[in-house]
């Protein structure tokens, strides 16, 4: 499974076989370099940056690492390799042959589901554009640069989908996928946590802890799907995923490691004698923990929903670990518990299972998230510091379903407006702290230097030095 390099669009997939798809790709092609230089990240096309590129879908030894200038990295096509007689393993069509077209009768829900998990990825790319000219270091520069190509490359794995299985609205949405733009008010992205701005540097590591993590939930379910194209592509895309989580838990944990340090040294949890010394306070990063979790929380969609259930019965969208699954893959009959608001507080209903997708995949997610808050607590506990980060209630702030009409705190109590007007402060990052974090953002741009906000990581990139020239500005 080679990627093969001569081509103009690299490719695993025989692009070279296809010459009606090839050409409308490679039409496509400067449509997307013209996106990259209008929204990709600013002022960065004449760098150096130290990136690895797919050579190999094979899950040993895929990446090659060296220096690339951004607008000449290779973003191809690359599906995982194909598994032996694989079969549609749930809903209605459990047992058959996986499909390798599109079956005519599910060919808008299908093309619904690709167009939405595509229009994320350029959607993060356009929220942290501006990001890197306020880097802690070149290291954390390199990483989000190496984010960014691969949302890139992600763009590119759906846009092959619908080239190559949906005609021309196939190459209609490919189109709006390069003119829709995160937060513009006449065209923007499709979902709600992709039009928030990625201000700062502590929004970029809870993004790409907290959301990147729904993109793999969201692809791991797809990578179940009937249709198989589609599953492989998300099968390849899982693996570049990973770094991007790591990006977000190590840039965290180093955050709260450094914010540590200061309180020792000062011996002092005052939020205020903290930032006076240029660290960011434990509450404060609470507070960002809340807010990402939160609009995280509504990625996964409403509670009870009938389109979740129509993607799963007719083998579209499996669940998290479908094959792994002890149970029938149909779910007549069986139920799963659901948050209702009733009479001023939370009571768990049974809904249809089937309905439920939605939430058993959020519950997925917050057994995943939560585990990594307690990789950031022991580095807490180890500085001795008595505070516990904690993920809210799934419940809390709410924008998407019911419970977005209720007012409910990160304990998952319901109160009033009033309640919640007294306490958004403690529960929600404030301007002031958004002004604060943005006043300590800065590039630092020396090898081996770091922002005083942020610990230096333990090790750098593919064994390099921490103080590696990740970037070599040009
Ligand atoms: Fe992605
Ligand atoms: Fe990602």
Same mark, same amino acid.
């Given at each position: 499974m080679t990627i093969d390099y001569s081509e103009k669009i690299p490719n695993n997939v025989g692009l070279a076989d296809n010459r009606t798809?090839? %050409?409308? #790709?490679?039409?496509? =092609?400067?449509?997307?370099?013209?996106?990259?230089?209008?929204?990709?990240?600013?002022?960065?096309?004449?760098?150096?940056?130290?990136?690895?590129?797919a050579t190999s879908v094979d899950p040993k030894g895929w990446a090659h690492f060296d220096y690339v200038k951004m607008?000449?990295?290779?973003?191809?096509?690359?599906?995982?390799?194909?598994?032996?007689?694989?079969?549609?393993?749930?809903?209605?069509?459990?047992?058959?042959?996986?499909?390798?077209?599109?079956?005519?009768?599910?060919?808008?829900?299908? %093309?619904? #589901?690709?167009?939405? =998990?595509?229009?994320t990825e350029p959607a993060s790319v356009e929220q942290q554009r501006h990001l890197g000219l306020t880097a802690p270091s070149l290291y954390d520069l390199r990483n989000l640069f190496q984010v960014n190509v691969e949302e890139g490359r992600h763009l590119w794995a759906m846009v092959y989908l619908l080239h190559a299985y949906f005609g021309r609205d196939g190459r209609e949405e490919a189109e709006a996928l390069l003119q829709r733009r995160s937060?513009?008010?006449?065209?923007?992205?499709i979902l709600g946590a992709f039009n928030e701005k990625t201000p700062d540097w502590l929004s970029f590591f809870m993004f790409t802890y907290f959301t990147d993590r729904d993109g793999k939930y969201q692809l791991a379910s797809l990578a179940e799907s009937g249709f198989d194209p589609l599953a492989r592509t998300c099968r390849f895309m899982l693996t570049e995923e990973a770094h991007h989580m790591f990006v977000g838990e190590s840039g965290v944990g180093?955050?709260?490691?450094?914010?540590?340090?200061?309180?020792?040294?000062?011996?002092?949890?005052?939020?205020?004698?903290?930032?006076?010394?240029?660290?960011?306070?434990?509450?404060?990063?609470?507070?960002?923990?809340?807010?990402?979790?939160?609009v995280t929380m509504d990625l996964f969609g409403a509670d009870v929903s009938s389109n979740a259930a129509t993607f799963y019965t007719t083998g579209l969208k499996g669940r998290f670990d479908e094959a792994k699954l002890g149970d029938d893959h149909l779910l007549a009959g069986a139920t799963y518990p659901v948050l209702e608001v009733r009479d001023g507080r939370l009571v768990t209903v049974e809904a249809p299972a089937l309905n439920a997708l939605n939430e058993k995949l959020r519950d997925d997610y917050i057994k995943d998230a939560a585990a990594g808050v307690e990789r950031w607590n022991r580095i807490i506990d180890k500085a001795g510091i008595p505070f516990r980060l904690r993920v809210p209630h799934k419940a809390f702030h709410r924008k998407i379903g019911p419970l977005s009409a209720a007012n409910i705190d990160p304990e998952g109590n319901v109160v009033d407006a009033a309640t919640w007007a007294r306490h958004e402060r403690e529960w929600l990052p404030s301007a002031e702290d958004r002004a604060f974090v943005a006043s300590l953002m800065g590039r630092v741009a020396e090898p081996g230097r770091f922002a005083n906000w942020i610990a230096p990581p333990a090790r750098g990139i593919n064994n390099q030095p921490v103080d590696f020239a990740y970037v070599r500005f040009g």
């Amino acid at each position: 499974m080679t990627i093969d390099y001569s081509e103009k669009i690299p490719n695993n997939v025989g692009l070279a076989d296809n010459r009606t798809l090839q %050409r409308a #790709l490679e039409h496509w =092609q400067p449509e997307f370099q013209s996106w990259w230089a209008d929204m990709g990240p600013e002022g960065s096309t004449n760098f150096d940056v130290y990136l690895r590129t797919a050579t190999s879908v094979d899950p040993k030894g895929w990446a090659h690492f060296d220096y690339v200038k951004m607008p000449d990295y290779r973003w191809g096509i690359f599906l995982a390799p194909a598994e032996a007689e694989r079969k549609v393993n749930f809903g209605a069509h459990k047992g058959e042959a996986a499909w390798q077209d599109v079956p005519g009768e599910y060919r808008s829900n299908l %093309r619904r #589901l690709i167009v939405t =998990q595509g229009d994320t990825e350029p959607a993060s790319v356009e929220q942290q554009r501006h990001l890197g000219l306020t880097a802690p270091s070149l290291y954390d520069l390199r990483n989000l640069f190496q984010v960014n190509v691969e949302e890139g490359r992600h763009l590119w794995a759906m846009v092959y989908l619908l080239h190559a299985y949906f005609g021309r609205d196939g190459r209609e949405e490919a189109e709006a996928l390069l003119q829709r733009r995160s937060g513009d008010a006449d065209n923007p992205r499709i979902l709600g946590a992709f039009n928030e701005k990625t201000p700062d540097w502590l929004s970029f590591f809870m993004f790409t802890y907290f959301t990147d993590r729904d993109g793999k939930y969201q692809l791991a379910s797809l990578a179940e799907s009937g249709f198989d194209p589609l599953a492989r592509t998300c099968r390849f895309m899982l693996t570049e995923e990973a770094h991007h989580m790591f990006v977000g838990e190590s840039g965290v944990g180093r955050v709260i490691q450094r914010t540590c340090e200061a309180m020792n040294q000062l011996r002092t949890d005052d939020p205020a004698k903290l930032r006076a010394a240029g660290v960011i306070d434990l509450p404060t990063i609470q507070r960002y923990l809340n807010f990402h979790f939160s609009v995280t929380m509504d990625l996964f969609g409403a509670d009870v929903s009938s389109n979740a259930a129509t993607f799963y019965t007719t083998g579209l969208k499996g669940r998290f670990d479908e094959a792994k699954l002890g149970d029938d893959h149909l779910l007549a009959g069986a139920t799963y518990p659901v948050l209702e608001v009733r009479d001023g507080r939370l009571v768990t209903v049974e809904a249809p299972a089937l309905n439920a997708l939605n939430e058993k995949l959020r519950d997925d997610y917050i057994k995943d998230a939560a585990a990594g808050v307690e990789r950031w607590n022991r580095i807490i506990d180890k500085a001795g510091i008595p505070f516990r980060l904690r993920v809210p209630h799934k419940a809390f702030h709410r924008k998407i379903g019911p419970l977005s009409a209720a007012n409910i705190d990160p304990e998952g109590n319901v109160v009033d407006a009033a309640t919640w007007a007294r306490h958004e402060r403690e529960w929600l990052p404030s301007a002031e702290d958004r002004a604060f974090v943005a006043s300590l953002m800065g590039r630092v741009a020396e090898p081996g230097r770091f922002a005083n906000w942020i610990a230096p990581p333990a090790r750098g990139i593919n064994n390099q030095p921490v103080d590696f020239a990740y970037v070599r500005f040009g």
